[in-house]
Protein backbone atom coordinates (compact mmCIF):
# COMPACT_ATOMS: atom_id res chain seq x y z
CA UNK A 1 0.00 0.00 0.00
CA UNK A 2 1.35 3.71 -0.82
CA UNK A 3 2.20 5.54 2.14
CA UNK A 4 -0.72 8.15 2.83
CA UNK A 5 -0.48 11.97 2.99
CA UNK A 6 -2.03 13.37 5.72
CA UNK A 7 -3.34 16.37 4.17
CA UNK A 8 -6.82 17.46 5.43
CA UNK A 9 -9.28 16.79 2.00
CA UNK A 10 -9.90 19.92 -0.27
CA UNK A 11 -13.68 19.29 -0.68
CA UNK A 12 -16.13 17.42 1.73
CA UNK A 13 -18.92 17.10 -1.23
CA UNK A 14 -22.55 15.94 -0.85
CA UNK A 15 -25.61 15.71 1.27
CA UNK A 16 -26.97 12.31 1.53
CA UNK A 17 -31.17 12.52 1.14
CA UNK A 18 -31.72 8.53 1.98
CA UNK A 19 -35.04 6.91 -0.12
CA UNK A 20 -38.13 6.43 1.86
CA UNK A 21 -38.13 3.44 4.30
CA UNK A 22 -34.41 3.39 3.77
CA UNK A 23 -32.50 1.12 6.15
CA UNK A 24 -28.44 2.20 4.92
CA UNK A 25 -26.54 -1.17 5.53
CA UNK A 26 -23.35 0.95 4.80
CA UNK A 27 -23.57 4.75 4.89
CA UNK A 28 -20.09 6.04 3.99
CA UNK A 29 -19.28 9.93 4.84
CA UNK A 30 -17.04 12.01 3.28
CA UNK A 31 -14.72 9.43 2.07
CA UNK A 32 -11.25 10.80 1.06
CA UNK A 33 -8.03 8.38 -0.39
CA UNK A 34 -5.20 10.14 -1.88
CA UNK A 35 -1.23 8.46 -2.22
CA UNK A 36 1.82 10.11 -2.70
CA UNK A 37 3.11 9.19 -6.29
CA UNK A 38 6.04 9.97 -7.85
CA UNK A 39 9.15 10.94 -7.50
CA UNK A 40 7.99 14.24 -6.28
CA UNK A 41 5.46 12.58 -4.07
CA UNK A 42 2.75 14.76 -5.58
CA UNK A 43 -1.05 14.10 -4.10
CA UNK A 44 -3.25 11.89 -6.21
CA UNK A 45 -6.55 12.05 -4.94
CA UNK A 46 -8.50 9.06 -5.62
CA UNK A 47 -11.31 9.47 -3.01
CA UNK A 48 -12.48 13.19 -2.89
CA UNK A 49 -15.35 13.49 -0.18
CA UNK A 50 -18.05 10.29 -0.68
CA UNK A 51 -20.98 10.62 0.73
CA UNK A 52 -23.39 7.28 -0.19
CA UNK A 53 -25.94 5.65 1.58
CA UNK A 54 -26.61 2.02 0.85
CA UNK A 55 -29.90 0.18 0.90
CA UNK A 56 -30.38 -3.17 2.95
CA UNK A 57 -30.99 -5.98 0.41
CA UNK A 58 -30.72 -3.42 -2.70
CA UNK A 59 -28.32 -2.85 -5.07
CA UNK A 60 -26.26 0.38 -5.34
CA UNK A 61 -24.09 0.49 -8.52
CA UNK A 62 -21.12 2.43 -9.31
CA UNK A 63 -20.52 3.58 -12.40
CA UNK A 64 -17.96 5.96 -14.03
CA UNK A 65 -15.28 5.60 -16.41
CA UNK A 66 -11.91 4.05 -15.69
CA UNK A 67 -9.90 6.09 -12.89
CA UNK A 68 -12.58 7.47 -11.32
CA UNK A 69 -12.17 6.03 -8.06
CA UNK A 70 -14.65 3.06 -8.35
CA UNK A 71 -12.06 0.60 -7.06
CA UNK A 72 -10.55 2.30 -4.51
CA UNK A 73 -13.94 3.13 -3.19
CA UNK A 74 -14.86 -0.67 -3.02
CA UNK A 75 -11.05 -1.77 -1.37
CA UNK A 76 -12.24 1.17 1.38
CA UNK A 77 -15.50 -0.94 1.95
CA UNK A 78 -13.98 -4.06 2.47
CA UNK A 79 -10.78 -3.34 4.49
CA UNK A 80 -8.68 -3.73 1.81
CA UNK A 81 -7.68 0.28 1.76
CA UNK A 82 -7.23 2.57 4.64
CA UNK A 83 -9.16 5.81 3.84
CA UNK A 84 -6.99 9.29 4.41
CA UNK A 85 -10.30 10.29 5.77
CA UNK A 86 -14.05 10.10 6.36
CA UNK A 87 -15.97 6.82 7.98
CA UNK A 88 -17.69 4.33 6.65
CA UNK A 89 -20.23 3.06 8.95
CA UNK A 90 -21.99 -0.65 9.04
CA UNK A 91 -25.40 -0.75 10.70
CA UNK A 92 -24.37 2.02 12.15
CA UNK A 93 -21.37 0.96 13.95
CA UNK A 94 -17.83 2.72 12.19
CA UNK A 95 -15.80 0.26 10.35
CA UNK A 96 -12.86 2.68 8.78
CA UNK A 97 -9.56 3.10 10.63
CA UNK A 98 -10.10 -0.25 13.25
CA UNK A 99 -6.83 -2.54 13.87
CA UNK A 100 -6.43 -5.85 12.25
CA UNK A 101 -8.64 -7.38 14.59
CA UNK A 102 -11.70 -6.05 15.15
CA UNK A 103 -11.20 -5.15 11.13
CA UNK A 104 -11.21 -8.99 10.63
CA UNK A 105 -14.23 -9.71 12.68
CA UNK A 106 -16.36 -6.68 10.99
CA UNK A 107 -15.22 -7.76 7.53
CA UNK A 108 -16.40 -11.21 7.68
CA UNK A 109 -19.99 -8.79 6.90
CA UNK A 110 -18.27 -6.96 3.71
CA UNK A 111 -16.80 -9.41 1.46
CA UNK A 112 -15.61 -8.83 -2.45
CA UNK A 113 -15.79 -10.34 -6.04
CA UNK A 114 -12.96 -9.44 -8.24
CA UNK A 115 -13.25 -8.68 -12.06
CA UNK A 116 -10.38 -10.82 -12.94
CA UNK A 117 -10.93 -14.41 -10.95
CA UNK A 118 -7.48 -15.60 -13.01
CA UNK A 119 -5.63 -12.72 -10.52
CA UNK A 120 -7.55 -13.29 -7.44
CA UNK A 121 -7.43 -17.33 -7.27
CA UNK A 122 -4.53 -18.69 -5.90
CA UNK A 123 -3.47 -20.72 -9.24
CA UNK A 124 -1.83 -23.93 -6.46
CA UNK A 125 -5.26 -23.70 -4.37
CA UNK A 126 -7.91 -26.07 -5.26
CA UNK A 127 -11.22 -25.02 -5.09
CA UNK A 128 -12.09 -27.03 -1.81
CA UNK A 129 -9.19 -24.81 -0.23
CA UNK A 130 -10.43 -21.62 -2.07
CA UNK A 131 -13.59 -21.81 -0.80
CA UNK A 132 -13.06 -23.22 2.62
CA UNK A 133 -10.54 -20.41 3.70
CA UNK A 134 -12.44 -18.05 4.91
CA UNK A 135 -14.99 -20.52 6.69
CA UNK A 136 -11.42 -21.82 8.21
CA UNK A 137 -10.16 -18.17 9.28
CA UNK A 138 -13.63 -16.47 10.30
CA UNK A 139 -15.73 -19.04 11.52
CA UNK A 140 -13.47 -21.58 12.50
CA UNK A 141 -15.68 -24.20 10.80
CA UNK A 142 -13.75 -27.91 11.46
CA UNK A 143 -12.47 -29.80 8.63
CA UNK A 144 -15.33 -32.13 7.91
CA UNK A 145 -17.72 -29.50 8.18
CA UNK A 146 -16.22 -27.36 5.92
CA UNK A 147 -16.11 -29.88 3.36
CA UNK A 148 -19.77 -30.52 3.54
CA UNK A 149 -20.27 -26.82 3.66
CA UNK A 150 -18.00 -26.01 0.56
CA UNK A 151 -20.28 -28.87 -1.49
CA UNK A 152 -22.89 -26.90 -0.74
CA UNK A 153 -21.63 -23.62 -1.81
CA UNK A 154 -20.49 -25.13 -4.93
CA UNK A 155 -23.81 -26.38 -5.26
CA UNK A 156 -25.50 -22.85 -4.61
CA UNK A 157 -23.35 -21.18 -7.49
CA UNK A 158 -24.03 -23.90 -9.83
CA UNK A 159 -20.78 -26.13 -9.70
CA UNK A 160 -20.72 -29.85 -8.23
CA UNK A 161 -18.70 -32.19 -6.77
CA UNK A 162 -16.65 -33.22 -9.77
CA UNK A 163 -14.92 -29.49 -9.41
CA UNK A 164 -14.22 -29.57 -5.45
CA UNK A 165 -10.95 -30.82 -6.20
CA UNK A 166 -9.99 -28.92 -9.20
CA UNK A 167 -7.39 -26.51 -10.42
CA UNK A 168 -8.49 -23.03 -11.40
CA UNK A 169 -6.74 -23.13 -14.56
CA UNK A 170 -9.02 -26.49 -14.68
CA UNK A 171 -12.23 -24.17 -14.87
CA UNK A 172 -13.54 -21.79 -17.74
CA UNK A 173 -13.76 -17.94 -17.08
CA UNK A 174 -17.34 -18.12 -15.78
CA UNK A 175 -16.60 -21.59 -13.38
CA UNK A 176 -13.91 -19.54 -11.86
CA UNK A 177 -16.15 -15.93 -11.31
CA UNK A 178 -18.63 -18.96 -10.08
CA UNK A 179 -16.09 -19.85 -6.99
CA UNK A 180 -15.02 -16.09 -6.35
CA UNK A 181 -19.05 -16.07 -5.79
CA UNK A 182 -18.85 -19.21 -4.02
CA UNK A 183 -15.61 -17.67 -2.00
CA UNK A 184 -16.89 -14.53 -1.06
CA UNK A 185 -20.51 -15.85 0.10
CA UNK A 186 -19.30 -18.52 2.18
CA UNK A 187 -19.29 -16.71 5.49
CA UNK A 188 -22.79 -15.21 4.81
CA UNK A 189 -22.04 -11.11 4.24
CA UNK A 190 -24.35 -8.55 4.82
CA UNK A 191 -23.02 -6.91 2.08
CA UNK A 192 -21.47 -8.76 -1.03
CA UNK A 193 -19.36 -5.79 -2.79
CA UNK A 194 -18.37 -6.86 -6.98
CA UNK A 195 -15.64 -5.02 -8.94
CA UNK A 196 -16.77 -5.36 -12.36
CA UNK A 197 -17.30 -9.27 -11.65
CA UNK A 198 -18.89 -10.06 -15.18
CA UNK A 199 -16.21 -8.04 -17.00
CA UNK A 200 -13.21 -10.22 -18.08
CA UNK A 201 -16.08 -12.51 -18.86
CA UNK A 202 -17.59 -14.33 -22.24
CA UNK A 203 -20.44 -12.11 -23.38
CA UNK A 204 -22.38 -15.11 -23.43
CA UNK A 205 -21.80 -16.22 -19.91
CA UNK A 206 -22.22 -12.52 -18.22
CA UNK A 207 -25.89 -13.13 -18.24
CA UNK A 208 -25.90 -16.34 -16.48
CA UNK A 209 -23.41 -15.01 -13.98
CA UNK A 210 -25.87 -12.12 -13.16
CA UNK A 211 -28.73 -14.51 -13.54
CA UNK A 212 -26.71 -16.10 -10.59
CA UNK A 213 -25.92 -13.11 -8.49
CA UNK A 214 -29.92 -12.15 -8.80
CA UNK A 215 -30.94 -15.60 -7.30
CA UNK A 216 -28.06 -15.51 -4.41
CA UNK A 217 -29.64 -11.88 -3.91
CA UNK A 218 -33.17 -12.97 -3.25
CA UNK A 219 -32.54 -16.07 -1.51
CA UNK A 220 -29.46 -14.80 1.19
CA UNK A 221 -31.25 -10.76 1.55
CA UNK A 222 -27.54 -9.85 0.52
CA UNK A 223 -27.17 -6.40 -0.20
CA UNK A 224 -24.71 -5.50 -3.32
CA UNK A 225 -22.34 -2.71 -4.24
CA UNK A 226 -21.88 -3.25 -7.94
CA UNK A 227 -19.64 -1.93 -10.00
CA UNK A 228 -19.82 -1.88 -13.32
CA UNK A 229 -19.15 0.24 -16.84
CA UNK A 230 -21.48 -2.50 -18.87
CA UNK A 231 -24.50 0.09 -18.03
CA UNK A 232 -26.91 -3.44 -19.13
CA UNK A 233 -25.77 -5.38 -16.73
CA UNK A 234 -26.13 -2.04 -14.29
CA UNK A 235 -30.36 -1.91 -15.75
CA UNK A 236 -30.67 -5.59 -14.61
CA UNK A 237 -29.16 -5.61 -11.50
CA UNK A 238 -28.91 -2.18 -10.03
CA UNK A 239 -32.20 -0.33 -7.75
CA UNK A 240 -29.95 3.00 -7.32
CA UNK A 241 -26.66 4.19 -9.30
CA UNK A 242 -24.06 6.44 -8.13
CA UNK A 243 -22.15 8.16 -10.80
CA UNK A 244 -18.51 8.88 -9.93
CA UNK A 245 -16.42 11.06 -11.92
CA UNK A 246 -12.45 11.82 -11.00
CA UNK A 247 -13.09 10.67 -7.17
CA UNK A 248 -16.58 12.07 -6.71
CA UNK A 249 -20.52 11.18 -6.96
CA UNK A 250 -21.69 13.81 -9.43
CA UNK A 251 -25.21 12.04 -9.94
CA UNK A 252 -27.12 9.86 -7.72
CA UNK A 253 -30.78 7.98 -7.72
CA UNK A 254 -32.37 5.46 -8.30
CA UNK A 255 -31.71 3.42 -11.54
CA UNK A 256 -34.45 4.47 -13.56
CA UNK A 257 -34.33 7.66 -13.55
CA UNK A 258 -30.62 8.00 -13.86
CA UNK A 259 -30.85 5.54 -16.61
CA UNK A 260 -33.41 6.94 -18.00
CA UNK A 261 -33.29 10.62 -17.72
CA UNK A 262 -29.56 11.70 -16.48
CA UNK A 263 -29.36 15.11 -15.04
CA UNK A 264 -25.66 15.48 -15.04
CA UNK A 265 -23.44 16.45 -18.41
CA UNK A 266 -21.40 13.56 -17.62
CA UNK A 267 -23.91 11.01 -16.34
CA UNK A 268 -25.77 12.04 -20.39
CA UNK A 269 -22.47 11.42 -21.83
CA UNK A 270 -22.12 8.10 -20.33
CA UNK A 271 -25.24 7.34 -21.25
CA UNK A 272 -24.84 8.70 -24.94
CA UNK A 273 -21.73 6.65 -25.33
CA UNK A 274 -23.54 3.43 -24.57
CA UNK A 275 -27.52 3.90 -25.01
CA UNK A 276 -29.78 1.30 -23.66
CA UNK A 277 -32.02 0.04 -26.22
CA UNK A 278 -34.77 -1.02 -23.84
CA UNK A 279 -34.97 2.62 -22.58
CA UNK A 280 -35.75 4.01 -25.61
CA UNK A 281 -33.88 6.74 -26.96
CA UNK A 282 -32.01 9.15 -24.77
CA UNK A 283 -32.88 12.96 -24.90
CA UNK A 284 -30.43 14.67 -26.45
CA UNK A 285 -27.03 13.46 -26.77
CA UNK A 286 -23.89 14.95 -25.15
CA UNK A 287 -20.12 14.66 -25.93
CA UNK A 288 -17.30 15.45 -23.98
CA UNK A 289 -14.77 17.42 -25.09
CA UNK A 290 -10.71 14.66 -24.48
CA UNK A 291 -10.06 12.31 -21.75
CA UNK A 292 -10.73 12.07 -18.22
CA UNK A 293 -7.81 14.01 -16.29
CA UNK A 294 -5.08 13.41 -13.83
CA UNK A 295 -6.29 13.48 -10.32
CA UNK A 296 -3.21 14.55 -9.28
CA UNK A 297 -3.13 18.09 -7.14
CA UNK A 298 -6.04 19.99 -6.23
CA UNK A 299 -9.13 21.14 -8.17
CA UNK A 300 -11.30 24.76 -7.23
CA UNK A 301 -13.53 24.52 -10.65
CA UNK A 302 -15.99 21.72 -11.73
CA UNK A 303 -14.57 18.61 -12.30
CA UNK A 304 -16.19 18.34 -15.40
CA UNK A 305 -15.58 21.89 -16.21
CA UNK A 306 -12.53 21.44 -18.87
CA UNK A 307 -14.41 18.42 -21.14
CA UNK A 308 -18.21 19.77 -20.25
CA UNK A 309 -19.90 21.34 -23.61
CA UNK A 310 -22.34 23.53 -21.11
CA UNK A 311 -19.81 24.95 -18.89
CA UNK A 312 -20.43 28.67 -17.82
CA UNK A 313 -17.89 30.95 -16.08
CA UNK A 314 -19.47 29.83 -12.48
CA UNK A 315 -18.39 26.28 -13.14
CA UNK A 316 -14.65 27.62 -13.13
CA UNK A 317 -15.01 29.53 -9.70
CA UNK A 318 -16.27 26.44 -7.18
CA UNK A 319 -16.99 22.42 -7.29
CA UNK A 320 -20.86 22.35 -6.99
CA UNK A 321 -22.09 20.06 -4.51
CA UNK A 322 -24.90 17.45 -4.79
CA UNK A 323 -28.08 19.12 -4.76
CA UNK A 324 -31.20 17.48 -4.88
CA UNK A 325 -33.11 17.25 -8.09
CA UNK A 326 -35.95 15.20 -7.69
CA UNK A 327 -37.71 12.55 -5.29
CA UNK A 328 -33.89 11.08 -4.24
CA UNK A 329 -32.55 12.13 -7.12
CA UNK A 330 -29.24 14.02 -6.85
CA UNK A 331 -26.81 16.13 -9.18
CA UNK A 332 -23.91 17.83 -8.87
CA UNK A 333 -24.35 20.64 -11.89
CA UNK A 334 -26.04 23.23 -11.26
CA UNK A 335 -26.51 24.34 -14.99
CA UNK A 336 -28.52 21.33 -15.93
CA UNK A 337 -31.06 21.55 -12.40
CA UNK A 338 -34.72 21.84 -13.12
CA UNK A 339 -34.42 24.95 -10.80
CA UNK A 340 -31.51 26.40 -13.02
CA UNK A 341 -34.15 26.60 -15.85
CA UNK A 342 -37.21 27.35 -13.87
CA UNK A 343 -35.66 30.21 -12.59
P1 LIG B 1 -11.66 2.94 -11.22
O1 LIG B 1 -11.86 1.67 -10.47
O2 LIG B 1 -12.87 3.81 -11.28
O3 LIG B 1 -11.05 2.73 -12.57
P2 LIG B 1 -9.50 3.40 -9.32
O4 LIG B 1 -10.13 3.48 -7.97
O5 LIG B 1 -8.84 2.14 -9.69
O6 LIG B 1 -10.58 3.83 -10.41
O7 LIG B 1 -8.43 4.55 -9.44
C1 LIG B 1 -8.70 5.90 -9.13
C2 LIG B 1 -7.40 6.70 -9.26
O8 LIG B 1 -6.53 6.33 -8.20
C3 LIG B 1 -6.65 6.40 -10.55
O9 LIG B 1 -6.07 7.59 -11.01
C4 LIG B 1 -5.61 5.40 -10.12
O10 LIG B 1 -4.47 5.47 -10.95
C5 LIG B 1 -5.29 5.87 -8.72
N1 LIG B 1 -4.83 4.80 -7.82
C6 LIG B 1 -5.52 3.69 -7.46
N2 LIG B 1 -4.80 2.93 -6.63
C7 LIG B 1 -3.60 3.55 -6.46
C8 LIG B 1 -2.41 3.27 -5.70
N3 LIG B 1 -2.30 2.16 -4.96
N4 LIG B 1 -1.39 4.15 -5.78
C9 LIG B 1 -1.49 5.26 -6.53
N5 LIG B 1 -2.58 5.60 -7.25
C10 LIG B 1 -3.63 4.76 -7.23
MG1 LIG C 1 -11.69 -0.32 -11.14
Do not use: W
Not at 176 to 181: A, C, D, L, T, Y
Not at 263 to 291: C, K, N, W
Not at 306 to 325: E, F, H, K, N, Y
Amino acid sequence: MSAQPTTPSTTASSTVTPPPGDDPVLAIEGLTKHYAVGARREQLIALDGVSLSVQRGRTTALVGESGSGKSTLARCLTGLVQPTSGTVLLNGEKISGLGAVAMSRIYRDVQMVFQDPNSSLNPRRSVQQTVAEPLKRHLNTPAKQRRERVRELLHLVGLDDRHLDRLPHELSGGQRQRVGIARAIAVEPQVLVLDEPTSSLDVSVRGQVLDLLLELQQRMGMTYVFISHDLHAVRRVADRVSVMYLGAVVEEGPATTVLTAPAHPYTRALMSAAPVPEYGIQRQRLRLRGEIPSPIGLRRECRLAGRCPMVRDSCRTAQPPLTAIGPHHTSACPVTAPSASAA
